[in-house]
């Protein structure tokens, strides 16, 4: 996870930390590149996944996007384009949300870059919120709020380790 006052970006909703998906600094991502995170679902169960998103708005090539993952099979894809009147500063964060049906008692969530030129666009994201989705009645087999959290923060660790094994 990177600090928000490394590139002087602004946070996501009180979010100090984001996750860079194609590497921080000067790292040149492969398509691919990103993170994971495998969570206990409920078969048949729909679910919430909403996230801020964003860029590094790097002048460059381009373009890329964001992937968002549910076990292989992509649920969303975000174009990331520059916007150069905010030059190196990573474009305002968006909030995006995606659905996805469980399919199995655990899912990967996988988020990660995609494009032909990659290294310039990477998208950033940052609080990561995965609910059933409202209206939906899975009775005691949806585990509490505190086993979410636990999850995320399950995937912010993942992330910090990714990122200084990267770094090394």
Avoid: H
Avoid at 35 to 64: A, C, K, M, R
Avoid at 69 to 96: C, D, H
């Amino acid at each position: 996870m990177i600090a928000n006052s490394v590139w002087n970006t602004p946070s996501y909703n009180g979010n100090l930390y984001f996750y860079d998906t194609g590497g921080y600094g000067d790292a040149l991502p492969n398509a691919g590149d990103g993170i994971e995170q495998t969570v206990t679902t409920v078969i048949g169960t729909e679910y919430s996944l909403t996230l801020g998103v964003s860029n590094e708005n790097v002048s460059g090539s381009g373009p890329e996007y964001l992937d968002i993952l549910v076990n292989g099979t992509s649920i969303g894809e975000f174009l990331m384009v520059p916007n150069f009147s905010y030059g190196e500063l990573a474009l305002p964060w968006t909030t995006e949300e995606v659905y996805f049906t469980a399919t199995s008692t655990s899912s990967t969530i996988a988020f990660t870059v995609q494009g032909s030129s990659l290294g310039d666009q990477d998208p950033l994201i940052a609080g990561i919120d995965l609910e059933v989705a409202s209206g939906v009645d899975v009775g005691s087999g949806v585990p509490e709020p505190a086993t979410w959290f636990t999850c995320l923060a399950g995937l912010g660790i993942v992330a910090a380790r990714y990122r200084k094994s990267r770094t090394a």
